[in-house]
T-cell receptor, first 125, second 113 residues
Framework: DGGITQSPKYLFRKEGQNVTLSCEQNLNHDAMYWYRQDPGQGLRLIYYSQIVNDFQKGDIAEGYSVSREKKESFPLTVTSAQKNPTAFYLC????????????????????????FGAGSRLTVL | SQQGEEDPQALSIQEGENATMNCSYKTSINNLQWYRQNSGRGLVHLILIRSNEREKHSGRLRVTLDTSKKSSSLLITASRAADTASYFCATDEIGNYGQNFVFGPGTRLSVLP
């Protein structure tokens, strides 16, 4: 079955530690996203990537880092610089295709729908 | 930036009743989508409505879009206990590097048996 796999489902971090959340998809989607969700609140965008080897900051990128070396994988590192990392983290992908021409990545066209993973809950001890 | 804003924040109804949730947004959009989230799980896509559409149906779901008022509504008819979840609207946002979805804070729906 095609889908998005996030791991681990639960993660505990000591203050000062970096942790990496895994996100893998086998949907052949070009675009991938990381969202943060706090209790009783909506989703806030951390980073997104429209194409391999390219990614853009979202609304709350400070204290986080990502890489997109492979189409299937978009890991998120929560660094020690993130002062309040306890949250539920959601990875998503969509079929939107970014087109690269030199250093320019052009936007995708059409309406795209997000497919989400089951989430990873990070708690700082 | 928080574009979609759902209303009400929480809604409690009896099984069999209809549930209506509203979403307002601030900028022009290409489409608006509704997602559902069961507690502690990922979101699941329910329905998409394009900016040139006014109403769309999918099973017991009915979505309307009023671009002049920058608002949308989601109606769930004949609700069931299994419909208990949080519902989010999401608007697209075309940036330099492609589509960026912006979510509202959601409506928590409780359907009582």
């Amino acid at each position: 079955d095609g889908g998005i796999t996030q791991s681990p489902k639960y993660l505990f971090r000591k203050e000062g530690q970096n942790v990496t959340l895994s996100c893998e998809q086998n949907l052949n989607h070009d675009a991938m996203y990381w969202y943060r969700q706090d209790p009783g609140q909506g989703l806030r965008l951390i980073y997104y990537s429209q194409i391999v080897n390219d990614f853009q900051k979202g609304d709350i990128a400070e204290g986080y880092s990502v890489s997109r070396e492979k189409k299937e994988s978009f890991p998120l590192t929560v660094t020690s610089a993130q002062k309040n990392p306890t949250a539920f983290y959601l990875c998503a992908s969509s079929s939107g295709k970014g087109h690269r021409a030199g250093t320019i990545v052009s936007p995708s066209s059409g309406a795209n729908v997000l497919t989400f993973g089951a989430g990873s809950r990070l708690t700082v001890l | 930036s928080q574009q979609g804003e759902e209303d009400p924040q929480a809604l409690s109804i009896q099984e069999g009743e209809n549930a209506t949730m509203n979403c307002s947004y601030k900028t022009s959009i290409n489409n608006l989508q509704w997602y559902r989230q069961n507690s502690g799980r990922g979101l699941v896509h329910l329905i998409l409505i394009r900016s040139n559409e006014r109403e769309k149906h999918s099973g017991r779901l009915r979505v309307t879009l009023d671009t002049s008022k920058k608002s949308s509504s989601l109606l769930i008819t004949a609700s069931r206990a299994a419909d208990t979840a949080s519902y989010f609207c999401a608007t697209d946002e075309i940036g330099n590097y492609g589509q960026n979805f912006v979510f509202g804070p959601g409506t928590r729906l409780s359907v009582l048996p």
